[in-house]
């Protein structure tokens, strides 16, 4: 101890570096100067490693200083060559500008330019279309001026201009099809209107937007969601292109901001962004009137062109108001883009737009690197919560290298604890589209559950989270995300592997663009819905009341009335076939093709569930036709027909009124308003539904035998069954109720257990019917029943939703906490 102490006394502490270890001073000892020395050695080396820190540090700040100084010069750069400030090159394709007096070039002169550029290796050479598009005597010289200083005043300019920002601004290598490339030959030549329905994911935007840059000046572009007007004008904006939008959650400064820019004689915004809403104001038409009075307007656009029409899958009202534009700016061409539209659809775009003469671009439905299949939920081997779990781990390919575990060496005896522990890493991501914001909280929690980072998505949560949702998805720090029909929308991530519906829409039309957010890089990517008889049951139910509404309308004998119907007829059709490619066995990709009447599609050979394997897909298609009629008819009664029970003919589809919950959530109004504007809304709408439905069949319905409501029988159901049917204690529980309760357990045990499964020796149907039986066989009426069961299925998917699994014990011998006599063995 003393010893010790006299040590501690002679040691002099260095603290002049506060960083520094302590050092010791002369030594007293030969002891001591052994320590000192592995002390100074020590505080050397991490010194010379605080060194190395510092100088990696130094690296990498120098490395993001330069990237940032890189992607700012690069951002000048396209700006520049956006505001056509960018002095071109003096080459022989490319000469320098001529006066504007010789802006007529001898013919000769043009046809040997026009050659020159379709050798020229330009945006991709193998690429370059017939001579017509090349041909530089074809495009339509603008004279003014295109920004603040280049002024386009020759056709081949035009081309050079083209391919420039074709390879400097949007950093494209060619074309992404041919009719990409005509398209947008077309529009540039501004001679026409122009149509174009290309596939989704096909480079529509680039079919406007590119001309846009090229030509200068401005141009409008109508699009029917503030989120998407929002995700493009960012994305322009990145490339350095200045682009505003002009819609409702503007602030008074913000909007007076880029009103005053578009007032200017050459305004530098390029393209304008707006609502169909707004464009029917006369502000709006004023601002229109006044820019092509300044000869600055470019072209209109209209993105998504099927929410013009009756016959498209999202119709919008306002969307009707756009041809009365056409009387303000009469000469400006007009562009109308659709990946979802059929003939009658066309037809009817045009009509409604007033489009003259327009060109047409289409190209069919079909893409080859989508492969899509349906599963019918409730004939698959596993749970399907589970079926869907590893589904999605297929699809998104696990990394090993980066996947880390924490298990500890008696942990990995554990299988399922190590699937649930493992930490993985996923290339590529996923989406789950779900109906409901509480189906997307439990898809969510069942991924997590499986070891599959994932996140809800929906109306419910706060906006702020919802935004941290998004970004972890897009950056790939979570893989899946469970989300209601907004999420998405705008969003152009390309490695989105797997589009899982966890239950159809409402239309075909909406499934092949929801779908069509999977593969946009054009790697092998998959679409699956998993099916049931109560989706179907669901849909009709939710799209009734919309045509109940619309039937009233139709009745009347004039214009309002005809759309109406037309309606009706669209939504009828959409749902009808969306339920028929769920329930048929034939190729997908020509099912799709089939209802954008694109009768050229081929089966696919490959690329979907029947052409891979028709017999099973068959099988499959039968096992649900057969089951029809046993399964869930929760709003049917029994004994009356599908046809007579009015839901044959409710098929329907499409948004309500318009109104999406992402308009909503991008509204003016707090989302939370928004959000409960919306519940409410429905719920007010589906009970509304669910009254008259019974009231008119209460109606309809031949006045049936009296008979006490707990003695009714029915046809026991196939799917599940319940213990002792036969006894029919409890006055108004009936055996259909019961076998509803049956599923409804079943359905929660299926989630809870989906990593730990059954307790052994049982399955999950017996564990759901011996749960139902055990409350059936201690309830005294139909309220205990219906509370105990209520208070099993809530204590289920509580621990659901704390991960936990549902401790199983067979409530048929648990009877307030003895064992029934009658059950003992
Ligand atoms: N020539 C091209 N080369 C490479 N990528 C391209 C080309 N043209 C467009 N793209 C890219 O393809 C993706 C999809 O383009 P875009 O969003 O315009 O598709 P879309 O046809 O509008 O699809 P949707 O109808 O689904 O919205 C974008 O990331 C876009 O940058």
Not at 308 to 326: E, K, M, S
Not at 344 to 365: C, H, M, V, W
Not at 635 to 644: D, K, L, N, Y
Request: charged share 30%.
């Amino acid at each position: 101890m003393s010893t010790n102490k006299r040590t501690l006394e002679t040691i002099t502490i260095d603290d002049s570096d506060e960083e520094a270890e302590p050092v010791a001073k002369k030594p007293p000892t030969s002891n001591y100067s052994a320590w000192a020395e592995i002390f100074n050695k020590k505080k050397a080396e991490k010194s010379k490693d605080a060194a190395v820190e510092k100088a990696k540090k130094d690296a990498d700040n120098e490395a993001r200083r330069q990237k940032l100084k890189d992607a700012f010069n690069e951002r000048k750069r396209r700006e520049q060559i956006v505001n056509g400030t960018v002095p071109a090159k003096k080459t022989p394709e490319n000469p320098k500008k001529v006066p504007e007096k010789s802006k007529k070039l001898p013919e000769k002169e043009v046809s040997r330019k026009s050659k020159k550029s379709e050798d020229s290796p330009g945006p991709s050479s193998s690429h370059v279309d017939s001579q017509d598009s090349q041909d530089p005597s074809e495009f339509v010289a603008n004279e003014l001026a295109v920004g603040t200083g280049e002024r386009l005043i020759r056709p081949q300019d035009i081309i050079d201009r083209r391919d420039k920002v074709f390879l400097e601004v949007f950093r494209h290598k060619k074309y992404r099809s041919r009719l990409q490339m005509q398209a947008i030959n077309c529009i540039l030549k501004r001679k026409c209107d122009v149509y174009v329905s290309l596939p989704t994911g096909a480079g529509k935007s680039l079919c406007y937007q590119l001309p846009a840059v090229v030509h200068g000046g401005v141009t409008i572009v109508v699009s029917p969601l503030i989120a998407l007007m929002k995700d493009q004008v960012a994305a322009l904006r990145k490339k350095g292109i200045p682009c505003e939008t002009l819609n409702s959650t503007l602030t008074p400064v913000e909007r007076q901001r880029i009103l005053g820019e578009l007032a200017k004689m050459n305004p530098t915004i390029r393209l304008l962004y707006i609502t169909a809403e707004g464009c029917a104001t006369d502000s709006m038409k004023a601002l229109l009137g006044s820019l092509t009075r300044r000869e600055v307007l470019r072209y209109i656009v209209v993105d998504e062109a099927h929410c013009v029409t009756q016959w498209g899958h999202d119709f919008r009202p306002d969307y009707l108001n756009l041809g009365a534009l056409r009387d303000v700016c009469p000469d400006v061409p007009w562009v109308a883009l659709t990946a979802t539209a059929n003939e009658k659809a066309q037809n009817d775009i045009s009509s409604q737009l007033r489009l003259r003469n327009p060109e047409a671009f289409k190209a069919g439905t079909y893409r080859d690197n989508l492969y899509y299949d349906v599963q019918m939920r409730d004939h698959l081997p596993t749970a399907p919560e589970n079926h869907m779990a590893s589904f999605i781990t297929k699809c998104l390919t696990i990394d090993q290298a980066k996947t880390t575990s924490n298990l500890t060496k008696n942990e990995t005896k554990n299988e399922k604890s190590a699937r649930t522990q493992a930490k993985k890493s996923f290339t590529g991501s996923a989406i789950v589209y779900c109906r409901s914001r509480s189906e997307c909280e439990q898809i969510a929690n069942v991924l997590r559950i499986a070891g599959i980072p994932a996140m809800a998505y929906h109306a419910g949560l706060p906006k702020k989270e919802r935004n941290e949702v998004q970004e972890k998805w897009m950056s790939n720090e979570i893989p899946v995300v469970a989300a209601t029909v907004a999420f998405g929308m705008g969003i152009d991530k390309p490695d989105v592997r797997a589009v899982v519906h966890w239950s159809p829409t409402q239309n075909l039309a909406g499934y092949y663009q929801e779908a069509g957010r999977a593969g946009r890089d054009g790697k092998r990517s998959y679409c699956r819905i998993y099916y049931a008889k109560a989706d179907k049951n669901a849909l009709n139910f939710l799209v009734s009341g919309e045509l109940a509404k619309l039937k009233t309308k139709a009745e009347k004998k004039n214009a309002e009335g005809e759309k109406a119907a037309m309606q009706i007829k669209s939504i009828q059709v959409g749902l009808a076939k969306m339920l028929e490619y769920c329930e048929s066995a034939k190729c997908r990709h020509v099912a799709i093709a089939e209802f954008f009447d694109d009768t050229d599609c081929r089966p696919c050979g490959s690329n979907c569930d029947f052409c891979r394997d028709p017999k099973a897909t068959l099988q499959s298609a039968q096992a649900f036709a057969n089951s029809q009629d046993s399964l869930g008819s929760v709003f049917r009664r029994p004994g009356t027909s599908r046809a007579e029970s009015g839901f044959e003919t409710v098929y329907g589809g499409g948004r309500r009124g318009g109104e999406t919950e992402d308009e909503l959530l991008s509204s003016n109004t707090s989302s939370k308003d928004a959000m409960e504007r919306m519940e409410h809304e429905e719920a007010k709408r589906v009970r509304g539904l669910i009254d008259s439905e019974f009231a008119k069949r209460r109606r309809a319905a031949p006045a049936a035998p009296a008979v006490p409501r707990g003695s009714r029988r029915v046809e026991p159901a196939t799917d599940v069954s319940v213990i002792k049917p036969e006894q029919a204690v409890i006055k108004n529980v009936t055996l259909e109720s019961r076998e509803n309760w049956v599923r409804y357990l079943l359905r929660a045990l299926e989630t809870n257990w989906i990593v730990s499964g059954p307790p052994a020796g049982t399955t999950m149907k017996q564990c759901a019917e011996q749960l139902e039986y055990g409350m059936y066989s201690i309830s005294k009426n139909e309220t205990t029943y219906k509370n105990k069961l209520g208070h099993k299925l809530a204590e289920i998917k509580t621990l659901t939703k704390k991960n936990q699994p549902f401790p199983y014990t067979n409530t048929a011998v648990e009877q307030n906490g003895f064992v029934k006599a009658a059950n003992l063995a």
